[in-house]
């Protein structure tokens, strides 16, 4: 059974920063390409960004490219992302979902989810 765990999100301040990682098990991690997917009041479902099996490919949406890092650890079958730069319209549910999607909207399973709220 494919699981995907997120976690990391949180309350910040615009311009601050956050780490978010998802754990990966029930599939072997390192033969898929994975992506990162958020749900905002203003756009719907967004594939933000995604990254090949080996690392060395990334997608980012226009929204994020600049601010926003995908990267993954084989090893410890964990997909990661770290935001900095955050602004109010990030505010979201984020959720790892398994392929590389971008930038397609993700159909593939999905992680629960965690929120992510940027707010003065």
């Known amino acids: 059974e494919v699981q995907l765990v997120e976690s990391g999100g949180g309350l910040v301040q615009p311009g601050g920063s956050l780490r978010l990682s998802c754990a990966a098990s029930g599939f072997p991690f390192s033969s898929y390409g994975m992506s990162w997917v958020r749900q905002t009041p203003g756009k719907g479902l967004e594939t933000v960004s995604s990254?090949?099996?080996?690392?060395?490919?990334?997608y980012y949406a226009d929204s994020v490219n600049g601010r926003f890092t995908i990267s993954r650890d084989n090893a410890k079958n964990t997909l990661y992302l770290q935001l900095n730069s955050l602004k109010t319209e990030d505010t979201g549910m984020y959720y790892c979902?398994?392929?590389?999607?971008?930038?397609?909207?993700?159909?593939?399973?999905r992680g629960q989810g965690t929120q992510v709220t940027v707010s003065s």
């Open positions: 979902a398994r392929g590389f999607w971008g930038p397609a909207v993700a159909l593939g399973p």
């Open positions: 990254i090949n099996l080996a690392g060395n490919n990334r």
